[in-house]
């Protein structure tokens, strides 16, 4: 049966592609919908069902949605208003409400209407209000998707901040990886309603348990091949419908079993081809011909034909110093260790 | 044309020579829709937000009986109250049939359904996820129907000029109920009816300007409410955004 949890003070981060159930789950633990089966458990306590106090279980935490959704009222009044609908004292909040406003940096907007704001400056507001809750659980989904790409980095960054320093329980939704990256402690990826794979951070990045989430990890080299060797930790693979072998580290491997080998593109390293592989200590080396070099900003993408597709990134400069061109020869390594194998397909 | 000229002259004549029976029948005029409106706000909002806010089977047939009420014909109502409080009707026995009282309880049932299908229709324009935000800050019930009433009051005010407009003007429901009589239940729709009846030109068109210039003044103060809640979120936006 599929499970997810989350501990007290750690970050699940939740991604997965649109329309895949992530914002629904949100609802769900939220108790803005029922489930149709399943259950949720709230510090150990079952939530779902007959007979649950819904308004109480909700004061315990609170949400942030893609949308902002503020009130037609002041910017003060927005963030007080969880406040004010628990009957929580807002003389005791000072401290807090004032640590907010300066960190989200909307001290300047208080007396303002939402509707004269920006996009970033309103979802600022909505993180204030749901954050002056103080809740036991943080509910966040995906609040920086709908914000243009310079204030969201903005924002992002003074969200985690604000996030690392609370220490708060945080359920995290989310389809970009690079956040999950930065702020997960746990990670599930969620595929048409399923969990695809559910663990802490590096052991979904490094060891993805599928195709669907080596490829929404980042993985952009999958390839397929069966098992030929087994030895010393180091498996064999040879690679369908290409002469070269590649070597993966692994606990264990059946030979003659079906396997796709996932490698990393930052783990892929570039040689000018008059390097004798026989000096790396790499156990992979493959040569092959530059078929397309992408620009993605701080790395460069570089698709090379090695009998089978490999990504590599590459900076600016490493393009310069090897002369790197579509047409190019290059000697392509990986270490064994980077190379994860998973169950290929039958 | 004479007759219309002379109908104007006498009619501002009336209206500033402080004639009593012209300011008796103003102020119950006043009191019998505003109070009717009232009256019917507490009726037709929460009708409005219920329905509006929530999901239910029935809610298309709710919605259609709400929208018949709004074109419900005022001699249809005159007819069904005066039916109830007639003295051998079933509600007789408390002998309210040509008074003030029958008319305000014939115009609640005309202006309930217009302020509820207004409610209604404002409340459906409001982003259907602000209640489940509501809902997730830890709102109750009657919180969240209060924060969505004020989140349309715009458009409720819409509700109420609707309403009040569909009452004061109307006449074949409070002739039926209130009977016109003189010093009792006279309002200036009937009494505008009586006097074209008998050729008084003069006092129908005085009568005229003035059930015109009084919707005039309420819708006007209902109006300036709107436009200034209005423009305060423009004038944020323009003033504070550099």
Redesign the interface.
């Known amino acids: 049966m599929e499970h997810l949890f989350t501990e007290e003070n750690k970050i699940l981060v939740i991604i997965g592609s649109n329309g895949c159930g992530k914002s629904t789950l949100i609802?769900l633990i939220?108790l803005?919908e029922s489930p149709d089966c399943g259950r949720i458990y709230f510090n150990d306590k079952l939530i779902t069902g007959n007979g649950v106090d819904k308004?109480m279980v909700?004061?315990e935490?609170?949400?942030v949605?893609q949308?902002p959704?503020l009130?037609?009222?002041s910017v003060y009044n927005n963030i007080l208003?969880?406040l004010e609908?628990?009957g929580k004292k807002i003389s005791g909040t000072k401290e807090i409400f004032d640590y907010l406003v300066d960190k989200l940096k909307i001290k300047d907007l208080l007396k303002?209407?939402p509707?004269?704001l920006s996009g970033g400056e309103q979802q600022r507001v909505a993180l204030a209000?749901a954050l002056i809750?103080e809740p036991k659980l943080l509910?966040l989904d995906e609040p920086l998707a709908n914000i243009d790409q310079l204030s969201r980095e903005e924002l992002r960054n003074d969200l985690f901040d604000i996030l690392r320093a609370a220490g708060r329980s945080t359920i995290y939704v989310t389809h970009d990886r690079n956040e999950a990256m930065i702020i997960a402690d746990l990670i599930a990826v969620i595929n048409e309603g399923r969990i695809e794979q559910f663990g802490p951070k590096d052991e979904v990045f490094r060891k993805p348990a599928s195709e669907f989430v080596a490829k929404f990890v980042g993985v952009e080299t999958l390839i397929e091949g069966s098992v030929a060797e087994f030895k010393d930790n180091v498996c064999r693979i040879r690679i369908q419908g290409s002469k070269n072998d590649i070597f993966a580290v692994a606990a264990s491997a059946r030979q003659g079993t079906k396997v796709t080998a996932a490698i990393r593109p930052e783990d892929v390293i570039l040689y000018n081809i008059e390097v004798n592989p026989e000096f790396s200590s790499a156990m992979n080396s493959f040569m092959g011909e530059i078929i397309e070099i992408q620009d993605l900003g701080i790395f460069k993408k570089v698709e090379i034909d090695c009998g089978f597709k490999l990504v590599s990134f590459v900076t600016q400069n490493s393009i310069e110093r090897l002369g790197l061109a579509p047409g190019k020869k290059v000697l392509a390594s990986v270490k064994a260790s980077s190379v994860h194998i998973m169950a290929g397909r039958q | 044309m004479d007759l219309i000229w002379q109908g104007i002259k006498s009619a501002f004549f009336l209206i500033f020579s402080g004639n009593k029976e012209i300011y008796e029948i103003i102020l119950l005029t006043l009191k019998v829709s505003g109070i009717a409106v009232i009256v019917s706000m507490v009726f037709g909002m929460p009708i409005g937000l219920l329905v509006g806010l929530n999901n239910f089977k029935s809610k298309r047939f709710v919605i259609t009986i709400i929208n018949t009420g709004m074109g419900l014909p005022p001699v249809a109502a005159g007819l069904f109250i005066s039916l109830m409080l007639w003295r051998s009707g079933p509600l007789g026995i408390i002998g309210i049939m040509y008074t003030p009282s029958a008319m305000i309880i014939a115009q609640v049932l005309i202006a309930s359904p217009i302020i509820a299908g207004v409610t209604l229709a404002a409340v459906q324009q409001i982003?259907p996820?602000?209640k489940?935000?509501?809902?997730?800050?830890?709102?109750?019930k009657i919180?969240v129907l209060w924060?969505l009433l004020?989140?349309a009051k715009l458009p409720a005010l819409a509700a109420v000029m609707a309403g009040f407009g569909g009452v004061i003007s109307e006449v074949g429901a409070v002739m039926m109920v209130g009977g016109n009589l003189k010093g009792q239940t006279r309002v200036l729709t009937t009494a505008i009816v009586q006097n074209v009846r008998m050729g008084d030109f003069d006092v129908a068109i005085a009568l005229v300007i003035i059930l015109l210039i009084l919707t005039f003044m309420v819708n006007l103060f209902l109006t300036l409410v709107q436009q200034r809640e209005n423009k305060?979120?423009i004038k944020?936006?323009g003033n504070?955004?550099a």
């Open positions: 609802r939220n803005l308004i909700r004061k935490m609170s949400t949605f949308e959704l009130f037609n009222t208003m969880g609908f628990r303002r209407n509707k004269s209000r809750l509910l | 982003n996820k602000l489940l935000q509501a809902l997730s800050l830890g709102a109750n919180q924060i004020k989140e305060t979120g944020d936006s504070n955004r």
